[in-house]
T-cell receptor, first 111, second 115 residues
Framework: RKEVEQDPGPFNVPEGATVAFNCTYSNSASQSFFWYRQDCRKEPKLLMSVYSSGNEDGRFTAQLNRASQYISLLIRDSKLSDSATYLC????????????FGRGTQLTVWP | DGGITQSPKYLFRKEGQNVTLSCEQNLNHDAMYWYRQDPGQGLRLIYYSQIVNDFQKGDIAEGYSVSREKKESFPLTVTSAQKNPTDFYLCDSSELAGRGRETQYFGPGTRLLVL
């Protein structure tokens, strides 16, 4: 079983739409949780950390449910510039600091 | 500015040839990691090092070798045993303070192409 599983996508939505990505992780000892954004042929960049209390950054809201081992990302009022691949990432396990990546979900926002 | 640098951005390799990818960080981080990204597969760990002169295999170490002679440097060698190494290689570093990784430091990546 993979450490991190994500919605396969791709997601194609119009500008202004709300889109939600989901992710589950298998290691209950995972300690830190993130959403990264990756543009084509570029390195992943941290979008936001995810906390049990939930956190919001502008149009982006991330939620963590430790009991269900489930992470979500909600994007409101989608912009063309949101088109990218979104990676669900967790740490934990026997290797301190190591990141475990989901395969990523591709989002295309069209005009 | 602190960060991670990777070079080269593109690297051409002939079959059977060993090539070395560079990763340097000036963040004073203890740990460094190499990942490979295959299309549709996500990033997978090749090797990691948590301290100078020590490194460990990740999930896909076969066909690769590393060294960690200096804290700031963690070069990756793709050996001739690697049959299909045409992929995107990313280097990453972190502190090992036992706290969560609140910051991310990826290098810009090296794309390896087989001639």
């Amino acid at each position: 079983r993979k450490e991190v599983e994500q919605d396969p996508g791709p997601f194609n939505v119009p500008e202004g739409a709300t889109v939600a990505f989901n992710c589950t992780y298998s290691n209950s000892a995972s300690q830190s949780f993130f959403w990264y954004r990756q543009d084509c042929r570029k390195e992943p960049k941290l979008l936001m950390s995810v906390y049990s209390s939930g956190n919001e950054d502008g149009r982006f809201t991330a939620q963590l449910n430790r009991a269900s081992q489930y992470i979500s990302l909600l994007i409101r009022d989608s912009k063309l510039s949101d088109s990218a691949t979104y990676l669900c990432v967790v740490t934990g396990g026997s290797t301190l600091g190591r990141l475990y990546f989901g395969r990523g979900t591709q989002l295309t926002v069209w005009p | 500015d602190g960060g991670i640098t990777q070079s080269p951005k593109y690297l051409f390799r002939k079959e059977g040839q060993n090539v070395t990818l560079s990763c340097e960080q000036n963040l004073n981080h203890d740990a460094m990691y190499w990942y490979r990204q295959d299309p549709g597969q996500g990033l997978r760990l090749i090797y990691y090092s948590q301290i100078v002169n020590d490194f460990q295999k990740g999930d896909i170490a076969e066909g690769y070798s590393v060294s960690r002679e200096k804290k700031e440097s963690f070069p990756l060698t793709v050996t001739s045993a690697q049959k299909n190494p045409t992929d995107f290689y990313l280097c990453d570093s972190s502190e090992l303070a036992g706290r969560g990784r609140e910051t991310q430091y990826f290098g810009p990546g090296t794309r390896l192409l087989v001639l």
